[in-house]
């Protein structure tokens, strides 16, 4: 049996080279990979090549709930395109394109069968989202840590 695919999209105002700076370097990920305020990504690793592991931490911010989203990169292609296969066989494909002023991201990933298709297209649109308002809102300017 095939998988269903979901696809999920958003367009951020940003250069290319930020948002590929930003989905790519973990001190980036742990700022924006999570699709709500009370869940949060402790940590995160990225060796951004083919055969290269990528690993976040993803946890509710009560300590309820925990766990470990792994993948091995299948393609990387600067400022174009990343694809890995998580760990259990499903796979997931974003681009990265041009778009006025900003950057077209598209991810179409394969749907895993425990939770609706709508629930899973709707947390991943959530992180994506997540991470279009982080780029925008750190576009320009190094983010500040703890102060003013």
């Known amino acids: 049996m ?46 951004l090549k083919v055969g290269g592991g990528y690993k976040a931490r993803m946890e509710a911010k009560d300590g309820s709930f925990g766990f470990d989203f792994e993948a091995v990169y299948e393609e990387v292609e600067p400022y174009k395109a990343i694809a890995f296969a998580m760990s259990d066989g499903r796979k997931a494909r974003t681009t990265f394109e041009a778009a006025g002023n900003g950057t077209k991201v598209t991810t179409i990933f394969d749907a895993e ?17 997540n991470f279009g308002r982080y780029v925008e809102s750190s576009a320009g300017h190094e983010q500040v840590q703890g102060g003013r």
């Open 113 to 129: 069968t425990q939770n609706s298709i709508d629930m899973q297209r709707d947390g991943w649109q959530a992180i994506l989202d």
């Open 2 to 47: 095939t998988n269903q695919q979901i696809t999920i999209a958003t367009t951020i105002a940003a250069p290319i080279e930020r948002v590929w700076e930003a989905y790519t370097t973990p001190g980036d990920i742990t700022q924006w990979n999570f699709a709500s305020d009370d869940w949060c990504c402790p940590s995160a690793e990225a060796d």
